[in-house]
């Protein structure tokens, strides 16, 4: 047993036997909640052998390149074609090589046909290749009934039968689906100015606006609030749409570690006290630009330590929520709610309606930016309007989640959510699985490392009727390939028990049971003074 007694105004980083615990400290300014994170070091054993698996990859890429110069390899199709040979290359050389030696291998893992609902259970398209995954033929079959553990559909709002398909149906009867024109011309239906004051009630703030594209609300309206010369702090692990945004907007960009707040901290104090480089004259904006939930470590923000050091620091603050909103807190009002913090402390309220509202678009919500943005973002002036029934998709289900179509499923769901979350972590952590992430977020990334087995994860899963997404490098560091669970209050208990059954006879048959410590929370209890929690070893 290991007690950890700290000083309640610092953070605590915990590393243990190789088990590393981010556990931010019970501090009653901040924290209302213990605040527990796992990430639990790769052992060296297997990164040895994921850097030696990438490696002979590569080698036999190499031999099957000169093998292709020579017309011996079979498969022609991924060398260029004689009419094409005096053009520029469309791909870097590396590019083209990866794709076609170590992705191709594994290609069909991705762009699976669903022919279904995006539920709970899901109908997969059977498809085939005779070519080496260069392309794909559907054979005509269906694979019926695959529990869904990969899409966002984080409150079930996914669906088509209840009350929000029965308005969407109704309204596009009266609409139609396309407005066909944008929102200063003749594109702003009456259901939008609805829908965006529904929204700012949603969250608590003075005004909200809507967009078409989630990525589109991040890449188009940061460059509309800050360009030269202001400076922006953004997250190692931010979403490609923020960095985008963050490089289209001609602002000084400068990275810290992923939640860490003494990294965060250092480049705040640097920025005040040296200012711009050469001049050294103040920034005209420093804007911190952080997400809800990272949708690849499963990670919950330090939001409380956020906010005291964008206040000390007279910062601005950018949150992502577009897997937090809905998703956390005891109303699902996003991160804002889990922390039990003031909307009015974050500036810019950033999140989509594409993950547990079960629609599409996304929305920035704060106070005194809204009027600046419709005139002065793209993609408010120059984008089509949202689809009138994707609009009452939102709607309805926020009206159902805030309990104001005189119903308690919203918030069912809601804690549905949660009670599934913490059960499945727990039972993955019991398991052997190393798992990244906070115990609260309904992401959850399980650590596959080689290469290999990401393919073989991901085909045994669906042999066995379970739908799983598979995440490796680029998109990750090259030896922290995982698999990446979505948990939904869809889900019931047995079919999560069912899911964890076949996880475990798949992490026995691959061996992906890599964790060398099952380290536990300590059990709910009332915090005292000093002790902050309890490890069993």
Not at 29 to 56: D, N, Q
Not at 167 to 175: G, I, L, Q, R
Not at 232 to 238: A, G, H, M, P, R
Request: with cysteine; charged share 20%; proline share 4%.
């Amino acid at each position: 047993m290991l007690v950890l007694n700290i000083d309640r105004s610092h953070c605590c980083h915990l590393q243990h036997n190789h088990q590393y615990v981010y556990a931010a400290s019970y501090d009653g300014r901040l924290y209302s909640r213990p605040f527990i994170e796992y990430f639990e070091e790769t052992p060296m054993m297997v990164a040895v052998l994921t850097y030696m698996s990438y490696g002979i990859l590569t080698i036999f890429g190499y031999v099957r390149d000169f093998l292709r110069h020579w017309k011996i390899e079979r498969c022609h199709i991924a060398s260029e074609k004689e009419e094409q040979k005096d053009f520029v290359p469309l791909y870097q050389d590396f590019e083209n090589f990866y794709t076609r030696n170590i992705y191709m291998r594994i290609r069909d893992n991705w762009n699976r046909p669903i022919c279904s609902v995006p539920g709970a259970k899901m109908d997969l398209m059977e498809r085939a290749t005779y070519d080496y995954n260069w392309t794909f033929e559907y054979t005509g079959w269906v694979v019926q009934d695959v529990i869904n553990l990969g899409s966002y559909n984080y409150l079930g709002f996914a669906e088509n039968t209840g009350p929000c398909a029965d308005s969407a149906a109704e309204v596009t009867m009266k609409y139609g689906v396309g407005v066909a024109s944008t929102r200063q011309e003749i594109g702003n239906l009456d259901r939008h100015e609805e829908m965006e004051k529904q929204v700012a009630r949603f969250l608590g703030v003075e005004s909200a606006m809507a967009f078409g594209m989630g990525f589109a609300t991040n890449s188009m309206n940061i460059p509309a609030l800050v360009g030269k010369g202001c400076l922006i702090l953004s997250d190692e692990l931010n979403h490609a749409s923020l960095v985008l945004g963050a490089r289209l907007s001609g602002s000084t960009i400068r990275v810290f570690k992923h939640n860490n707040m003494q990294s965060l901290e250092k480049l705040l104090r640097e920025a005040v006290v040296h200012g711009q480089p050469r001049t050294h004259r103040p920034w005209k904006k420093i804007l911190i630009v952080v997400e809800g939930i990272y949708s690849m470590e499963g990670s919950i923000v330090r939001l409380p330590e956020v906010i005291a050091l964008k206040k000390r620091y007279r910062a601005y603050l950018y949150l992502d929520e577009a897997h937090s909103i809905g998703a956390l807190g005891p109303r699902g009002r996003g991160v804002v709610d889990y922390f039990g913090l003031d909307p009015c402390d974050v500036d810019v309220m950033m999140g989509t309606f594409t993950k547990s509202f079960g629609a599409a678009g996304g929305y920035i919500a704060g106070k005194r930016l809204i009027e600046y943005l419709r005139s002065h973002s793209h993609s408010a002036v120059y984008a089509t309007s949202m689809s009138p029934p994707v609009v009452e998709q939102i709607i309805t289900s926020m009206k159902c989640i805030m309990g104001e179509d005189g119903t308690t499923i919203g918030s069912e769901r809601v804690q549905q959510l949660a009670e599934n979350t913490v059960y499945f972590r727990k039972r993955l952590r019991e398991m052997g699985f190393i798992i990244y992430g906070n115990n609260d977020s309904p992401v959850v990334p399980m650590m596959l490392y080689m290469p290999a087995k990401i393919a073989a994860f991901a085909r045994e899963m669906l042999k066995r009727n379970i739908g799983v997404v598979v995440v490796g490098f680029p998109a990750t560091p090259i030896i922290e390939s995982r698999a990446r669970f979505c948990i939904s209050a869809g889900h019931s208990k047995n079919m999560l028990d069912q899911a964890l059954n076949v996880i475990s006879e798949v992490g026995d048959l691959l061996q992906l049971k890599y964790s060398r410590h099952r380290l536990q929370p300590s059990s709910a209890r009332p915090f005292d003074d000093d002790v902050y929690e309890d490890i069993d070893d």
